[in-house]
């Protein structure tokens, strides 16, 4: 899974890009750099959430779901921030949650 790393790169997705929003998550949503770039995804939790374990059982619980809804998507950089709910909802409730947010957004699966 190609993940966003540099700080430049994240600053562009969170400025240019669309936000969608869902009581367990929020995306951020922004075309690729180059035509034909394969996607790439970030997992964000805030230190508001909690103490570092409950932050990282959020991320865990975010990648699970990306995983499951074939993430990343070519063509798109997407920003997936835990909210509140995150850390008590289960993994099949991310991913219907994830596929809702997809849908909204107009980004398609893609078949593997």
Do not use: Y
Not at 25 to 40: N, Y
Request: net charge positive.
């Amino acid at each position: 899974m190609r993940t966003i790393k540099s700080h430049q790169d994240f600053e562009r997705v969170f400025h240019q890009g669309r936000s969608f929003k869902h009581p367990l998550m929020r995306m951020i949503v922004c075309d690729a750099l180059s035509e034909g770039d394969s996607g790439r995804v970030a997992f964000v939790a805030a230190k508001r959430l909690g103490c570092a374990v409950v932050r990282n059982r959020s991320k865990r619980v975010l990648r699970e779901a990306a995983r499951a809804c074939a993430f990343p998507r070519d063509g798109f950089d997407v920003i997936l921030f835990a909210t509140h709910k995150t850390k008590t909802s289960s993994p099949d409730e991310m991913q219907a949650a994830l596929r809702s947010l997809c849908r909204r957004a107009g980004i398609h699966e893609q078949t593997r």
